[in-house]
Every structure is written in structure tokens, then in C-alpha cells.
């Protein structure tokens, strides 16, 4: 089975930073389209950053552009999110998302997904 581990969140004061880190096993980072998926409480998921298999494409929602960056290293077989300038309404579980046909920011599109780690900015 494909399976994705995320790692990294946390407690961040506003205006702070955190790197989201996504391992992949049972399948290669370079073959799939990949995106950072949140989701805050009581709201729909939202795709915040996607990446092409190559890593050379990237896609941002308007929320993130400015000061989230995805990336990837196939070599690690992780993904990664960069957040700066972090505020509150950035509050979510971080999913990371995998697809070998789709590439963008449609959450429910994604057919592998992990199991979220948890980000707060207060």
C-alpha cells in the first residue's frame, strides 16, 4: 500500500515558521503529483500548494502565495512545505496528497493521502 507519514507541525506564535516534511514508502516521489492539503475545523479542505512529478511546476493557492513554498527531494522520497508568516486563520491538519494523474489544488481529487499533522498558529 501507498503510505504517507507527515511530520513537522506544531505550536507557532503568529509570524513564525514551520517546514511540514511528508515521507513516502511503497511507492517513488518522482512518479506522483503531490499537494499539501488543509483543513481547519468546521471548514471544507482546502489545497494549499502542488507540485509536479518533476518538482519543476508549482501551484499556490492565494492564501499560501507569498509565503508558503512546496519542494520535494526524490532522492529522500519527501515532500515539504515551507510556511513563513505564519497567521491564525493558517490553524489546520496539514494532509499530504498523492496522485499519478491529477495535478492541482482539487483536494478530493487526491487518491493517497496521510494522516495529517496538526498546525497552530496562536
Known amino acids: 500500500d501507498v503510505q504517507l507519514v507527515e511530520s513537522g507541525g506544531g505550536l507557532v506564535q503568529p509570524g513564525g515558521s514551520l517546514r511540514l516534511s511528508c515521507t513516502a514508502s511503497e511507492f517513488t516521489l518522482r512518479h506522483y503529483y503531490m499537494t499539501w492539503v488543509r483543513q481547519a475545523p468546521g471548514k471544507e479542505r482546502e489545497g494549499v500548494a502542488a507540485i509536479r512529478w518533476s518538482g519543476v511546476s508549482t501551484n499556490y493557492a492565494d492564501s499560501a502565495k507569498g509565503r508558503f513554498t512546496i519542494s520535494k527531494d526524490n532522492a529522500k522520497n519527501t515532500l515539504y512545505l515551507q510556511m513563513n508568516s505564519l497567521k491564525p486563520e493558517d490553524t489546520a491538519m496539514y494532509y499530504c496528497?498523492?496522485?499519478?494523474?491529477?495535478?492541482?489544488?482539487?483536494?478530493?481529487?487526491?487518491?493517497?493521502w496521510g494522516q495529517g499533522t496538526q498546525v497552530t498558529v496562536s
Open positions: 496528497v498523492a496522485s499519478p494523474w491529477y495535478y492541482g489544488l482539487v483536494a478530493s481529487l487526491y487518491a493517497y
